[in-house]
Every structure is written in C-alpha cells, then in structure tokens.
C-alpha cells in the first residue's frame, strides 16, 4: 500500500455518542495539521502549531484560513505541485467546484477520498428514509461537476434503484417529467429550482406531480426559503429533505424528518462558524461564515479550515432525540455574495426569493438590476401560470415589492418556459442579475 495512505477510523453511523465524537475531532485535527504541512502552500504556515494541543480552540485559532482566492492565485497547470499532497499516479478523478462566482477550481480525488465522500452521501440517503426498493430519479448535473454522480454511485451501492437522468442540458425537461410518469420513482433528487421548473413543465403536459409516485424531495446545493419549501413540497405532493455539503469536503449535513436543520457529521468534518468579519467564533444561533476542514478524506487535497463562503447557524440540540442527536445541527441562511444594492437599500437574495416563491400565481422569476443616467433600476421578469389575470398581477407585484422592500421595480411578463431553458445550462441558477458592471 503506497505510503500516502493512512489509515481512517471507523465510521458507524450514527456514531455511538458525543463523547466518541470528541475523540475523533481530537485526532482529526492533529492529522488534518500534520498532512496539510506536507503541501508546499502551506510552507512555514504551520510550524508554530503545537500538534499535542492543536485539538484546544486557542491553538486551532492559530491555524490560518484558507479562502477560495488563495487557492485561485495558484496557476492551474501547478495547481496540483504547490497545493496537493497525493501523488498524481493515486489521482482517481479531478472535482470541479461549483464556480457561482468567480474562476471554478479542479480538485483531485484519490480513491480513499472517493470511498469517504461516499460515506456522506450515504448518510444522506439515510437521514432522509430512502433504502433499497426505493427508485431514485437524480437531475443534478452529470460533469465534471461531482454531486450528481455521487448521488448515483452512493445510491447504487445502497441497493437504491437510480434514473441517471442529470440536469435539463444532458436530459430535456419534458423528457424527465414523462420519465417520472412512466417509471414512477419515489424518490426526486435535485436542486430545489429545477424541481419547480419540472413542476411548470409537467403542468403544461397536463401531468399532476402532486398525484405522481414522488413521495421525497431530496435538493441540496441552494438554500430552501420557507416558501420555496411550502411551494415545492405543495406541487410535488412529497416532504423535501435539504442537504449540504460542498466540493472541498462532501455532503457534510443533512435534515431528519423533524427539518429542524442539518445534521452536521461531526465525526468527518471539523465544524466552525465564525464572524465575517472579526473572524471569531458566534454563539449558537447567530449567522456566520461556515469553516470547515475534513478530517479524512483529504489524501489528495489538504483543506485546512477552508472558508466556504456559507453564511449558516448552529445548534447543539434540535427537536431530534433519536441516534441523530449526537450532531449538532445547521441552518443555511445564504451566501455572502447574495446580496445587491438598490437605490441605497439592500436586499437579500434569499429573502426576495422567499417572498417571490410565496406568490402562488407567479411560477418563476428573474431579477435584472441595470445602471441608468439617473437612478438604478430593478427589473423582475416574471412567468405565469394558466387563467392569470396579467395586469392585476403586475400592479400588485409592485405595491408588495414597494412595501417589503422599499424598492420600486419594473416588472415585464414573460412566455413560460423561457427562464427554464436560460437556467438548465446553468449549475447554480443565476436568478439576480446586476448588469451594472
């Protein structure tokens, strides 16, 4: 066995109490340390940390952040001589990170990597109920891009039946829904927009999803508003079960069937959540950036306290009293880049999509911000449904959005349709627009 191998705990799960946990995250850290000074990034970054203690919070503190910028700054072709640890010939496949913003990063994997990357997906099937015997339609995107494939392999392995359908661009969207009507999974797998654009789809065949075989909703890779969740949950006739997870580490947390939050995997991933902008810890409750580490399944890429770009909360204790107990929890609030400024008011994506996904009457949206001689201005371009009357929608669209808000929009009504084929080219729908340059 090549030396760069080590060896990894086992990983029952649930795992057998807090205190087991604790063990883990002591030995985790020291090793996630130990690897990561092997990269010549880190060079002379980590030797003052003392590896006896480093598992403490005051010496842990010590270990510097690492942002996505960083690693953008390295040259793509020495990429894997200045970050990785793993020698290229152990190399299993490369991941793509998700690339919302900025410049995508391609990450390689060695098989032990893939094998612990699996085990979080696995737990997520599990915290949602799905097992063998169940049939599992997956429209996350198939490329280079890792989740929908890991979703399927996972699933697979599971004894879990699987449609390997991907995203609108690989498989058409009238095809997915006929898929879904023919072959009757009980189990959608996908990002949370794309499950509302199906649902406007399968409208337009005349096919009810809330009546369909679908009876879990299993999305990930966006944060799920309240309203988005009672809008899906009411067009899919099915309970929606939120995941997390990110392409440094894996899926790291899922929800149980009390939807309380995510339950972290605290025997895998090391768990922080720090202010944006002193960089200390919050309390338990407050919104702050997630910082995670992986404490196994870094052979390959040594992610040491990487700062993912998450805006989240934690709680030790949600309404869970079952073996999922022992994890503390999160709640995806949104991304820090999810904002845009109007006219000096600030607006959260997620809130605004909140309220967009409560008008029942609208089936989808786009927001554009565009830069004018006097003012900005902010155009929502909206799709509806059947029998709407377009007038009475887009005068009270705008007294709302005036009122919550304190913006004045321009809405235009577009054909249905249209938005859902400038998305399914897209990994992360790009619903806010700021043209403003």
């Known amino acids: 066995m090549p030396d760069f191998i080590w060896d990894t705990p ?9 205190d087991r946990i604790t063990e883990m ?20 970054k980590l030797y003052h940390i003392n590896l006896e203690y480093v598992h403490e919070p005051e010496e842990w503190a010590k270990v510097p952040l690492l942002t996505k910028d960083e690693l953008r700054n390295i040259a793509p072709e020495d990429f894997h001589d200045v970050f990785c640890i793993g020698p290229r010939p152990e190399i299993a496949e490369f991941w793509r990170s998700g690339g919302s913003t900025g410049k995508p990063l391609f990450y390689p994997r060695s098989h032990n990597d893939l094998r612990l990357a699996r085990e979080g997906f696995r737990r997520a099937w599990e915290a949602a109920g799905i097992n063998r015997g169940d049939l599992a339609h997956v429209s996350f ?3 280079i891009h890792p989740v929908g494939q890991v979703y399927c392999r996972t699933a697979q392995q599971m004894g879990i039946g699987v449609n390997w359908c991907g995203a609108g661009n690989s498989t058409p969207s009238e095809v997915q829904v006929e898929l879904i009507r023919t072959l009757k999974p009980t189990v959608f797998c996908g990002m949370a927009s794309y499950g509302l654009q199906l649902a406007q789809v399968a409208e337009r065949m005349g096919f009810d999803l809330a009546n369909s075989s679908v009876k879990t909703f299993m999305t990930a890779a966006e944060p799920v508003s309240p309203g988005k969740r009672k ?52 309390l338990e409750g407050e919104n702050g950036i997630l910082v995670m580490t992986p404490y196994w399944n870094n052979e390959m890429t040594p992610f040491l306290r990487w700062e993912t770009g998450d805006y989240v909360s934690f709680i030790e204790h949600g309404k869970t009293d079952g073996p999922l107990s022992v994890y503390p929890m999160i709640r995806h609030a949104a991304r820090t880049s999810g904002f845009f400024k109007v006219r000096g008011v600030n607006i959260n994506h997620a809130d605004f999509e909140d309220f967009m996904n409560r008008k029942l009457d609208i089936s989808d949206f786009k927001v554009d911000i565009w830069e004018t001689d006097t003012l900005d201005s902010m155009t929502i371009s909206i799709e509806l449904g059947k029998n709407n009357n377009v007038e009475n ?45």
């Open 393 to 437: 929608t887009i005068n009270v669209l705008k007294q709302e959005v005036r009122k919550v808000f304190q913006v004045s929009p321009e809405v235009e009504v577009i054909v249905p349709g249209t938005l859902e084929k400038e998305f399914q080219t897209q990994l992360k729908q790009q619903r806010f627009i700021d043209n403003r340059g």
């Open 141 to 143: 995107p198939l490329g």
């Open 231 to 282: 809008r899906i949950e009411a067009l899919w006739g099915a309970e929606l079960y939120d995941q997390f997870g990110c392409t440094e580490g894996s899926f790291m947390a899922s929800e149980s069937d009390c939807h309380d939050g995510m339950h972290y995997w605290t025997d895998m991933f090391d768990l922080e959540v720090i202010d944006e902008h002193t960089g200390e810890p919050v």
């Open 10 to 18: 086992e990983l029952p799960f649930p795992a057998a109490s807090r």
């Open 25 to 44: 995250q002591k030995e985790g850290r020291r090793l996630a340390v130990e690897r990561a000074r092997q990269s010549r990034f880190f060079s002379g």
